[in-house]
């Protein structure tokens, strides 16, 4: 199995340029946070953080502009798409998502206004050639591990200093309760500061206020206390990159999988 994407590996290089007063910073550089391997036709979803060679930046304007264009022949796909600044919280790197359609499997590039002339590229695979479940499919059933039940999993949840409460049931349980399902994936003990334990807390928050209208659902990405050996629950997934969350409707169909960052805004956006 491949390595992990470290995909909230970047918190411990962030500066404090860029500012909050609309400009980016000279000589922006655009990080992408989506998965390379895993945009696939039809909806996009392309969330990114912006910096200079001094890192990541803790600022930002309030919102993005940019265009899509394709890198076979530089033409123009996706003439307006914007983007507004969104937060973990404290302490956290911004992102902004860009939302687009493309069917074309190809390569293409996100190039933002006033930033790199060359853009953020990225490559839309064939079907054929994603494994995890997406939009339309339905999201494959796990008996993960619970309070009552580890299944093998040393540490059930990683959270400090208490556990999350989305381990009262497993997924297969989930799927089979006639709600929606919110499955997340990811290992807060080992990014406390980068996504996966800021997300964890604003699904918690969000779990609150939704009461039983969702069954919320977490999966940690290690099953020893070393973090040296993967989780079942990940290679049950065929995930090689974390975190993501799985949000389907109330039969168990994928409706988004947002992979890498997002927010309990887009969950709500979903749920609603």
Same mark, same amino acid.
């Given at each position: 199995?491949?390595?992990?994407? $470290?995909?909230?590996?970047?918190?411990?290089?962030?500066?404090?340029?860029?500012?909050?007063?609309? +400009?980016?910073? @000279?000589?922006?550089?655009?990080?992408?946070?989506?998965?390379?391997?895993?945009?696939?036709?039809?909806?996009?979803?392309?969330?990114?953080? !912006?910096? #200079?060679?001094?890192?990541? &930046?803790?600022?930002?304007?309030? /919102?993005?502009?940019?265009?899509?264009?394709?890198?076979?022949?530089?033409?123009?796909?996706?003439?307006?798409?914007?983007?507004?600044?969104?937060?973990?919280?404290?302490?956290?790197?911004?992102?902004?998502?860009?939302?687009?359609?493309?069917?074309?499997?190809?390569? *293409?590039?996100?190039?933002?206004? +006033?930033?790199?002339?060359?853009?953020?590229?990225?490559?839309?695979? #064939?079907? @054929?050639?994603?494994?995890?479940?997406?939009?339309?499919?339905?999201?494959?059933?796990? #008996?993960t591990p619970t309070f009552d039940?580890?299944?093998?999993?040393?540490?059930?949840?990683? /959270?400090?200093?208490?556990?999350?409460?989305?381990?009262?049931?497993?997924?297969?349980?989930?799927?089979?309760?006639?709600?929606?399902?919110? *499955?997340?994936?990811?290992?807060?003990?080992?990014?406390? &500061?980068?996504?996966?334990?800021?997300?964890?807390?604003?699904? !918690?928050?969000?779990?609150?206020?939704?009461?039983?209208? $969702?069954?919320?659902?977490?999966?940690?990405?290690?099953?020893?206390?070393?973090?040296?050996?993967?989780?079942? $629950?990940? /290679?049950?997934?065929?995930?090689t990159f974390e975190p993501t969350?799985?949000?389907?409707?109330?039969?168990?169909?994928?409706?988004?999988?947002?992979?890498?960052?997002?927010?309990?805004?887009?969950? /709500?956006?979903?749920?609603?």
């Amino acid at each position: 199995m491949a390595s992990l994407i $470290a995909a909230c590996g970047d918190s411990d290089r962030t500066d404090e340029s860029g500012g909050d007063d609309g +400009g980016l910073p @000279a000589e922006a550089i655009l990080a992408a946070r989506w998965i390379p391997t895993e945009l696939g036709p039809g909806h996009q979803r392309l969330p990114l953080s !912006i910096g #200079d060679a001094s890192g990541l &930046t803790q600022g930002g304007p309030e /919102r993005l502009d940019a265009k899509i264009v394709s890198l076979e022949d530089d033409s123009v796909v996706v003439e307006r798409i914007s983007a507004e600044r969104r937060s973990l919280g404290e302490g956290t790197i911004p992102f902004w998502t860009f939302h687009s359609f493309l069917e074309r499997p190809g390569f *293409y590039g996100l190039v933002v206004e +006033g930033g790199p002339d060359e853009g953020a590229a990225f490559q839309i695979q #064939d079907v @054929a050639d994603l494994s995890v479940d997406r939009v339309g499919d339905t999201l494959t059933a796990f #008996d993960t591990p619970t309070f009552d039940d580890s299944r093998g999993v040393e540490v059930v949840c990683t /959270r400090q200093p208490e556990p999350c409460p989305f381990h009262d049931v497993t997924l297969t349980e989930a799927l089979s309760s006639g709600r929606p399902v919110v *499955y997340l994936v990811g290992t807060p003990a080992h990014c406390q &500061t980068g996504v996966c334990g800021p997300v964890l807390e604003q699904m !918690i928050e969000l779990a609150t206020d939704l009461g039983d209208t $969702a069954v919320f659902v977490h999966a940690d990405v290690y099953a020893d206390r070393a973090a040296t050996e993967v989780a079942p $629950a990940v /290679r049950a997934a065929r995930l090689t990159f974390e975190p993501t969350v799985f949000v389907t409707d109330a039969s168990g169909v994928v409706i988004d999988r947002l992979d890498a960052v997002w927010d309990a805004g887009e969950l /709500r956006e979903l749920l609603s």
